[in-house]
């Protein structure tokens, strides 16, 4: 899996009903997160709060898919102690990877590890642990692998999410540690007569190749 290829395509028993992920996803982004095995620690912190984010995701036209080694009734099963221990409730869906289809397809465990989660632990799957951002376009954009013992960053994932987005329609980069608001890079692919042009009051330049300007729209 490499950043800017197609993401693959499947059919998937959710907690919502079965999906066919392009058609499901739209013309939205798309967010695959995937956890090892149900019931255990911090996947259900991770879970919780990615729940609490949902307006978040919502208002940046983000779809949230959640995958798990296990069949969907166990997370249904194990919705219900997320709600109880985080405050929130998963109401995004939860594809249930029981033949571990999805997890193989996504270069999550390999061609060799069976055809199901039967008898499989936690650190079986250990693997299964990584974000996957997809565009409207359908290609990959992010991918960021965890270990289990290290909970994600789900701030640091809407972060990304604003800065693709903003240089998705803008010819800009963000710097280390952007935060929307905040000044941004000319795209070293945009010319001086270009940027002369989209920013008439100019811009900050300590290096030839470092171009400093306002967000375009904040």
Known sequence: MRIGQTAPDFQADTTHGSIRFHEWLGDSWGIIFSHPKDFTPVCTTELGYVARLAPEFAKRNVKVIGLSVDPTDRHSEWAKDIQETQGYMPEFPMIGDTELAVSKLYDMLPEEAGESCEGRTAADNQTVRTVYVIGPD?????????????????????????????????????????????????????????????????????????????????
């Open 138 to 218: 359908k290609k990959i954009k992010l991918i960021l692998a965890y270990p289990m013992t290290t909970g994600r960053n789900f701030d640091e994932i809407l972060r990304v999410v604003d800065s693709m987005q903003l240089t998705a329609k803008h010819r800009v980069a963000t710097p280390a540690n952007w935060q929307h608001g905040e000044e941004v890079i000319i795209a070293g692919s945009v010319s001086n007569d270009e940027a002369r042009t989209i920013y008439p009051d100019g811009w900050k330049e300590p290096k030839p190749y470092l171009r400093i300007v306002p967000q375009p729209g904040a």
